[in-house]
């Protein structure tokens, strides 16, 4: 099946057959293989010390990544940390692996130099069927994609498209600001269905209530958005601009402000930005080699955040967390606070600064690589570099201050190159 639409002229074709089998190694799938043993071989034929690394990418849950590299991909289970698969490819690598979950069903964009499945082609790979699925081609870069169950989404540089899973049929185009991160992220729960990404003007948010039929636009920074994410069901946005020094973290539905934090003074290439699972904790990685841990006084009363359960139906959502009951999404006080200046007391009449909230864990790293931080369990910050780096950290949930080191891997030795 071939479609020619918008004026990208997008090709997308539902494939019947794979690539070609002298391509990948032969591997058991990922669904039949448990994610605490691995299950791919390595190619003999590649020497590890040449192998670089492109990028990383959590999964939906947090609970593994994926490192595409110029000769493949890996996957990685977070706790236990350990290599469950890999497939290794002879005419190159991927810059960009989506996964879904810890499903079979993978997003693969070629990198640089891969001369076969190039940087403007998406590729959704069911391993299952050790076969590619769908096909979907661009006249530009692809910049990100984003899966969910239901939706494939794929992000070029001044435009988003929103497919449906299970045809492949177009459903949605948003035009965007330039985009060259492919910034954009999605709810999970299954029913909401809310997509984030810049908008047409500088520092604005655009964020989709499909479910809804709704789109809001919040402007959240006076300079462009540098990165941002959103909770599991879509209902709390945190955003952070190009200047690097503060995240805010805004009620998706009405575009109301709840909280303001304060990473530094001086400007940062913010990296990431993740939220725990309880909405209680949020984590901020950027260039200048620390990663900070604030308290977030957002919460959903009476409610478990984390749970899908959360929310009931898409009516709900917009009479509950409408503006007339924001109270309802605003937490008075926290098991660990956000320390303030001790100037605060003058707010209004000192500058903004000086009322700021700063972070209340911290755990610093070497300012030579890209990180990427994730909430594990009891209290855990998981951090993987560019460098082939995975580090483990616990932080003191009453007290705060600097996390402690509980585990660090090498998973991958690779030589840093300049980007």
Same mark, same amino acid.
């Given at each position: ?21 002298? !391509? ?23 020497? !590890? ?52 979950? &810890?499903?079979?069903? $993978?997003? $693969? ?25 769908? !096909? ?6 692809? &910049? ?6 239901? &939706? ?37 729960? +299954?029913?909401?269905?809310? $997509? ?29 958005? @540098? ?34 934090? &304060? ?27 620390? +990663? ?57 009449? $000192? ?9 209340? @864990? ?58």
């Amino acid at each position: 099946m071939t479609i020619a639409s918008s004026p990208m002229s997008l090709a997308v074709s539902t494939l019947q057959e794979g690539f070609p089998e002298s !391509e990948f190694l032969p591997v058991e799938p990922l669904m039949d293989a448990p994610y605490n043993s691995p299950s791919g071989h390595s190619n003999p034929e590649i020497d !590890e010390s040449e192998i670089d690394l492109l990028s990383v990418s959590w999964n939906q849950d947090y609970g593994c990544f994926a490192a595409g590299t110029n000769h493949g991909f890996r996957i990685y289970n977070c706790d236990p940390f350990k290599e469950t698969f890999r497939r290794d490819l002879k005419s190159g690598g991927f810059g960009i692996i989506e996964m879904l979950f &810890r499903s079979n069903i $993978l997003a $693969l964009v070629g990198g640089k130099g891969n001369t076969q499945y190039p940087p403007n082609k998406v590729i959704i790979w069911d391993d299952h069927q050790s076969r590619c699925i769908g !096909e979907f081609s661009f006249r530009s870069e692809v &910049r990100a994609v984003k899966l969910r169950r239901d &939706r494939i989404v794929v992000v070029l540089e001044h435009k988003i498209y929103v497919y449906n899973f299970m045809d492949l049929k177009l459903l949605h185009q948003i035009e965007t600001l330039a985009n060259p991160r492919g910034l954009c992220c999605l709810s999970h729960q +299954v029913n909401t269905s809310v $997509l984030a990404c810049p908008g047409l003007r500088r520092g604005q948010v655009r964020v989709e209530h499909f479910g809804l039929n709704m789109t809001k636009l919040i402007n959240a920074h006076d300079s462009r958005i @540098a990165c941002l994410t959103m909770t599991m069901d879509g209902l709390l946005l945190a955003t952070a601009s190009t200047k690097g020094t503060l995240v805010r973290i805004f009620n998706a539905m009405d575009g109301t402000r709840l909280q303001e934090v &304060r990473r530094g003074v001086d400007r940062a290439d913010i990296y990431g930005i993740a939220l725990s699972p309880n909405v209680q904790w949020l984590a901020v990685s950027s260039d200048k080699g620390t +990663v900070h841990i604030f308290s977030l006084r957002v919460r959903v009363v009476g409610e478990d955040p984390s749970s899908a359960q959360s929310v009931t139906s898409a009516a709900a959502l917009s009479h509950q967390y409408s503006s007339s009951s924001l109270d309802a999404l605003i937490s008075p006080t926290s098991a660990g606070a956000n320390p303030g200046s001790s100037l605060s007391f003058m707010k209004g009449v $000192l500058p903004k600064y000086f009322s700021s909230e700063w972070s209340f @864990a911290r755990f610093h790293l070497p300012e030579c690589t890209h990180y990427m931080s994730a909430f594990g369990s009891q209290n855990t910050v998981i951090i993987v570099g560019m460098d082939g780096s995975f580090y483990r950290c616990i932080f003191d949930p009453v007290n705060g201050g600097e996390m402690v080191q509980h585990e660090y891997v090498r998973f991958l030795k690779t030589q840093l190159k300049s980007r």
